[in-house]
């Protein structure tokens, strides 16, 4: 079933060799660990602005992944080349790509010049009044990742320009945070944030299960922009992310349910891709895909549901322990959170 295969974009190959040339003299400097500032004007995406303000800080470098270089303190990624080594170790060579499932990276839009931010007036507003397009501040600690947010960083306004369940995407760090830690400073309501789940539009019949029971951080929501990268040959492919990934806390072998009752479809193991998945088909016109999976419970047959079909683990293009769940309805992949109970 191919649709459910993760996509790979193999015309890349060629060009990742000569991309490593290009970056390697000014990466050899730079190691994860490493003290740098920003001197492009674009994420590594090569369309979202760099604002002023931004490249006037100092940050981390957390990965390496060929020619891009993750910055800690606003969960972005940007290229090699575009830095400057203001300190730090070289403990990880810029060469060595990092096999990775999903960087926070790359909302596909395009990216109007970006002012300095001014700094953040006080909230007007809950976060049911949020939307694309609004002006908000930073009142949480932590990005949607869990990684810690800078003081500085809460210091300034932001531009919403997505919204994905109950995360919004910042324009000016391009990263996620929950809107639960935003602060409405001005702007319009195109979407509002709602945090109640939608109805299914298969109706009472679309209703399912929580897949991995004690497991409840979504890392990747459904249609996040990002970079897949192919780990043999250190080159990457761009897309919407038709799924959503359920961390693991960096533990293995939670168990994995079946979101209801069904009859299993497939059962597949593979140390590529998706890794370890299984299919299991609803018949009544949806299907839902568990992948990743340290191990398989079930092989064939009749499934109910909240029944242990599988293990969590990180089987294929992975970089640690969780689920990658996706909703299928006729054909069509759904966001999964709609969903879900």
């Not at 679309?206 to 890392?219: H, L, R, V, Y």
């Not at 970089?319 to 969903?339: A, R």
Request: charged share 20%; net charge positive; hydrophobic share 35%.
């Amino acid at each position: 079933m191919s649709e459910y295969m993760e996509k790979k974009d193999n015309s890349a190959i060629g060009g990742a060799q000569a991309a490593s040339n290009a970056y390697a003299a000014s990466a050899q400097a730079i190691g994860v660990g490493s003290k740098v500032k920003i001197t492009g004007s674009t994420y590594a995406d090569g369309k979202t602005a760099i604002p002023n303000w931004v490249k006037n800080q100092t940050y981390t470098v957390q990965q390496l992944n060929g020619g891009k270089a993750l910055i800690k303190e606003i969960v972005s990624w940007v290229n090699v080349n575009d830095l400057s080594l203001v300190g730090g170790s070289t403990a990880q060579a810029a060469s060595a790509p990092v096999k990775t499932e999903a960087p926070k990276e790359v909302p596909k839009e395009p990216a109007p010049a970006a002012p300095a931010a001014p700094a953040a007036p006080a909230a007007t507003s809950t976060a049911k009044s949020i939307g694309v397009g609004s002006t908000v501040s930073i009142t949480g600690s932590t990005y949607a990742t869990g990684q810690t947010i800078p003081g500085w960083a809460k210091a300034k306004s932001y531009t919403v320009s997505q919204i994905n369940g109950d995360r919004a995407l910042l324009k000016e760090i391009v990263s996620w945070v929950k809107l639960g830690d935003l602060a409405l400073v001005s702007g319009g309501t195109i979407k509002p944030a709602d945090d109640t789940k939608p109805a299914a539009s298969g109706g009472s019949s679309g209703k399912m299960a929580w897949p991995a029971p004690g497991k409840n951080n979504i890392t990747s929501p459904y249609s996040e922009w990002r970079v897949l990268t192919m780990a043999k040959h250190g080159v990457d492919s761009e897309g919407p992310h038709r799924a959503i990934d359920i961390g693991g806390g960096g533990q293995y072998g939670s168990k994995i349910v079946s979101a209801r009752k069904g009859v299993v479809e497939s059962a597949i193991s593979k140390t590529t891709g998706l890794g370890k998945r299984i299919i299991v088909d609803h018949q009544d016109g949806y299907k839902t895909l568990y992948a990743h999976l340290q191990s398989m419970t079930v092989q064939s047959g009749e499934v109910a549901e909240g029944a242990e079909i599988g293990k969590m683990g990180s089987t294929g293009n992975s970089s640690g322990p969780h689920l990658h769940f996706e909703v299928h309805e006729k054909g069509v992949q759904k966001d999964p959170e709609k969903f879900v109970k």
